[in-house]
């Protein structure tokens, strides 16, 4: 297969946002010790809402950093934001997915993102970053998982 046919735009802009993303955990890593997963995100952002001392998100790891992980993720947003407003003419990028299929996909990442003890961003570039055996088996088992999901789904539908 010939490289323009596989990356038809170049590749560029996969190699700035590679440099940016190492960077950005790089930073992240150095300055407090921890990953920056995009699961722990969310859960720890959920000990805003849930003020029961005993719950399972406001467990002293998840209250601690759930500073700086809800600017971490409000820069996620900010820069798909900056990317459609900047370098994407102000064009939306659109799926044509219908709902309950997004709904389906974010339900299965969800449930394999608690069974792995942690998502793609944390084990996927991070994890493996550091060459821990736990993130390089999640990180197949992703890969293989999202190509028969994805095969068995556009061979069904």
Known sequence: MRMETL????????????LLVGAGIS????????VAGAS????????YLI??????????KFVATRSWRLTLAVGLVL?????????????????SLSPWRLFLGGLLVGIGTRMAAGCASGHGICGNAMAERSSIVSTITFLAVGILVATLTKSLF
């Open 27 to 34: 930073l992240v890593y150095l300055l407090t010790g921890l």
């Open 79 to 95: 820069g798909g934001l900056l990317y459609i407003l900047f370098f994407n003419n102000g064009e939306a990028v659109v799926t």
């Open 40 to 47: 722990t995100i969310f859960t720890s952002t959920w000990s």
């Open 7 to 18: 990356f038809p735009l170049g590749i560029e802009h996969y190699i700035i946002g590679g």
């Open 51 to 60: 003020t029961d001392p005993t719950s399972f998100f406001n467990r002293d």
